[in-house]
């Protein structure tokens, strides 16, 4: 009886695609610069987003990743696997640090929200086994997020 | 390269579920206490997500301030502390949230196609009518 509801339970997931979701903080400084601006220009486009002296947020990152259920662990993606990723690649480069000063991608690109989901995606994308990566959403404020799904 | 950016509203309105199509009983058989002549109400939240290009320049997908300033006026200043049943977009239907969800899209996305948030599109309206029910809209 137990070998057969394996045997049910491993046809009833073959094939099938499922979305898991893990969600991460962190905390960082930034600031909106365009250097071919103006500084009023950029205090115009950008407000009180362009203070050279920064600020920061609370980040909440959530990784979306989408694949096929494995009929033995009855798991998408190890999810251990999938936290040490995202704390390697992510949480340690950003964590406690100025994006336009301490972060590589952010030298010469602006850290908007928009900016920081696609290069999340960039980080993350093609490093998760045995998953896709379907959607990064990065929050800088519970009432606003960016999200990035690979589009180009 | 393409993303989504999402901002989140409130706005706090009274309303009845009520069809005059329908009898008393079937009323309240269909609506239950959302039916109490008397209404009530709902703190809504109201999540509208954005979708374009992202600006090479200022890194944006659009100018958030435009789109604060057009929710705010076509969406909170006309639902915050009203009774929906009174709106006109509901003359004709029933308050419920997907229709009230259904009306912001139409608003809103008339505010995009006008082009006055620049290239960018309305991609998804998305009513809290409670922490526990949400509902979505994309057009059609």
């Given at each position: 009886?137990?070998?057969e509801?394996?045997?049910?339970?491993?046809?009833?997931v073959?094939?099938?695609?499922?979305?898991l979701?893990?969600r991460?903080?962190?905390?960082?400084?930034?600031?909106?610069?365009?250097?071919?601006?103006?500084?009023?220009?950029?205090?115009?486009?950008?407000g009180?987003?362009?203070?050279r002296?920064?600020?920061g947020?609370?980040y909440?990152?959530?990784?979306?990743?989408?694949?096929?259920?494995d009929?033995v662990s009855?798991?998408?993606?190890?999810?251990?696997?999938?936290?040490?990723?995202?704390?390697?690649?992510?949480?340690?480069?950003y964590?406690?640090?100025?994006?336009?000063?301490?972060?590589p991608?952010?030298e010469?690109?602006?850290?908007?929200?928009e900016?920081?989901?696609?290069?999340i995606?960039?980080?993350?994308?093609?490093?998760?086994?045995?998953?896709?990566?379907?959607?990064?959403?990065?929050?800088?404020?519970?009432?606003?997020?960016?999200?990035?799904?690979?589009?180009? | 390269?393409?993303?989504?950016l999402?901002r989140?509203y409130?706005?706090s309105?009274?309303?009845?579920?009520?069809?005059?199509?329908?009898?008393e009983?079937?009323?309240?058989?269909t609506?239950?206490?959302?039916n109490?002549?008397?209404?009530?109400?709902h703190n809504?939240?109201?999540?509208?997500?954005?979708?374009?290009?992202?600006?090479?320049?200022?890194?944006?997908?659009?100018?958030m301030?435009?789109?604060?300033?057009?929710?705010?006026?076509?969406?909170?200043?006309r639902?915050?502390?009203?009774n929906?049943n009174?709106?006109?977009?509901?003359?004709?239907?029933?308050p419920?949230?997907?229709?009230?969800?259904?009306?912001i899209?139409?608003?809103?996305?008339?505010?995009?196609?006008?082009?006055?948030?620049?290239?960018?599109?309305?991609?998804?309206?998305r009513?809290?009518?409670?922490k526990?029910?949400?509902?979505?809209?994309?057009?059609?």
């Amino acid at each position: 009886m137990a070998i057969e509801a394996n045997r049910t339970a491993e046809a009833s997931v073959k094939g099938t695609m499922i979305l898991l979701t893990r969600r991460a903080d962190f905390s960082a400084a930034h600031y909106y610069w365009n250097d071919a601006w103006s500084a009023n220009e950029n205090e115009r486009v950008f407000g009180k987003c362009s203070n050279r002296n920064g600020h920061g947020h609370n980040y909440t990152l959530e990784v979306t990743v989408e694949g096929e259920i494995d009929p033995v662990s009855g798991f998408v993606v190890d999810l251990k696997a999938l936290k040490d990723i995202i704390e390697r690649e992510v949480v340690q480069v950003y964590d406690h640090r100025h994006l336009n000063l301490e972060v590589p991608e952010f030298e010469r690109m602006i850290p908007t929200t928009e900016n920081i989901a696609i290069a999340i995606w960039k980080r993350l994308d093609g490093k998760i086994s045995g998953a896709r990566l379907h959607r990064v959403r990065v929050y800088e404020m519970p009432d606003l997020f960016a999200d990035y799904m690979g589009e180009v | 390269m393409r993303a989504y950016l999402s901002r989140r509203y409130r706005f706090s309105a009274a309303h009845r579920l009520h069809s005059d199509a329908y009898s008393e009983e079937k009323n309240w058989e269909t609506y239950g206490k959302c039916n109490n002549p008397h209404g009530h109400g709902h703190n809504y939240v109201v999540e509208v997500t954005a979708g374009g290009r992202v600006d090479a320049q200022t890194g944006m997908v659009c100018d958030m301030v435009k789109l604060d300033e057009a929710v705010q006026k076509n969406i909170v200043s006309r639902f915050d502390h009203a009774n929906l049943n009174l709106d006109e977009g509901f003359r004709d239907v029933v308050p419920t949230t997907e229709n009230l969800c259904i009306e912001i899209h139409r608003k809103l996305s008339s505010v995009f196609v006008s082009g006055a948030l620049g290239r960018v599109d309305l991609v998804r309206v998305r009513v809290e009518e409670t922490k526990n029910n949400s509902f979505e809209y994309s057009g059609n």
